[in-house]
C-alpha cells in the first residue's frame, strides 16, 4: 500500500521498551495523523524478543512490518539500509525505539515539510527554543553531549545546536540521496547523515521536540564518546576524499 510517511524504528533488544512505543505512536497517529503511513521495525540482530514483540504488534497493526537482521551492525547501518531497500513513502522519518521524542512531534514535521517546499530535512532538537527536556539526563551524558556539540562546531564549523538527536524527518529525494552516501554504521551517523545532506545541498532545518531521557538507553557514554571522536575524523577524511560529493544532485549547488 502506498505510504505517504514511512516510520523506521532501530531496536536492538527492545523488548521491553519498543511495546510502550508502539501503543504510543500507534495512540498518536490514529488521532492526529490523516493518510496512509508505515511503520518499519529493523531489528539489528536483537538476542532478546525485540522481534516477537514486533510481530506482535504487526498482527494488531496492518501499518507495521518487521524487518530482521541476521546480526548487530548498529544503528547507522541499519537505519541506511532501511531507507534505501525497504521504504515508500514521500516523507522518511527515524525514531527512537524508547521514544524519548514526544509523538507529538510526528504530525508536526509532516505538516511543516508540506508547507516548507524549501525545506528537505528535519532534525528534532533538544535546545532551541521551544524545546523542553521533560526528564534530564544524567551529568555526565550531558558532559559529553556539549563536548562533541563544540567539537562539531570546530571541525565542521556547525552552530551549537542538536543535530545529533535521533528524530530526523526527510523528503524522500533527500534521504534517498544522503543515504546512499552515508559510511558509518554507528552512533555518528546521526552526525554524518547531516553533514552529508547538507555537503550535497540539501536544505536542514531544526524543530523543537519534547525529549525525555530513558535510562536504560543502549549508549554508553564513555565508549561511544571515543567512537564519536573517531568517527567525526573519519567523515572529515571522507570528506576531503570527495566521497561526500560524488554524483551531487543538481537540484542547488552544495551548501559548502
Known amino acids: 500500500m502506498y505510504a505517504k510517511l514511512s516510520i523506521i524504528i532501530p531496536a536492538y533488544n527492545e523488548e521491553k521498551r519498543l511495546p510502550l512505543t508502539l ?22 540482530g536483537s538476542t532478546d524478543e525485540t522481534a516477537r514483540e514486533a510481530e506482535k504488534e504487526a498482527a494488531r497493526h496492518s501499518e507495521l512490518r518487521l524487518v530482521s537482521f541476521a546480526k548487530n551492525r548498529g544503528r547507522g547501518a541499519v537505519v541506511r539500509d532501511s531507507v534505501l531497500k525497504e521504504v515508500s513513502g514521500d ?3 527515524q525514531m527512537d525505539a524508547d521514544g524519548s521524542t514526544e509523538m507529538e512531534a510526528i504530525p508536526r514535521f509532516v505538516s511543516y515539510l508540506t508547507e ?9 532538537s533538544r535546545t532551541i527554543a521551544g524545546a523542553k527536556i521533560l526528564t534530564p ?3 555526565l ?12 562546531k570546530i571541525m565542521f564549523g ?25 559510511f558509518s554504521d554507528h552512533y555518528i551517523a546521526e552526525a554524518e547523515i547531516v553533514f552529508v545532506a547538507e555537503r550535497r545541498g540539501w536544505r536542514v532545518w531544526e524543530l523543537p521536540i519534547l525529549w525525555t531521557d530513558y535510562r536504560d538507553s543502549r549508549i554508553k557514554p564513555l565508549r561511544d564518546s571515543w567512537r564519536s571522536a ?3 575524523v573519519r567523515i572529515l577524511i571522507n570528506n576531503r576524499r570527495g566521497l561526500y560529493s560524488q554524483n551531487l544532485p543538481n537540484h542547488h549547488a552544495p551548501a559548502h
Not at 23 to 44: C, S, T
Not at 141 to 152: D, K, S, Y
Not at 158 to 182: C, E, T
Request: contains cysteine.
Open 23 to 44: 501503543a504510543r505512536l500507534f495512540a498518536v497517529m490514529g488521532e492526529h495523523y490523516k493518510g496512509h503511513y508505515e511503520v518499519i521495525i529493523a531489528d539489528d
Open 91 to 93: 516523507f522518511i522519518l
Open 116 to 124: 516548507h517546499a524549501e525545506v528537505d530535512i528535519l532534525t528534532g
Open 137 to 139: 539526563q544524567p551529568f
Open 141 to 152: 551524558r550531558v558532559a559529553l553531549g556539549n563536548c562533541f556539540l563544540g567539537a562539531a
Open 158 to 182: 556547525w552552530p551549537m545546536v542538536d543535530r545529533i538527536n535521533g528524530f530526523k524527518m526527510f523528503r524522500r529525494a533527500a534521504a534517498l540521496d544522503s543515504y546512499a552516501h552515508q
Open 230 to 232: 573517531a568517527g567525526m
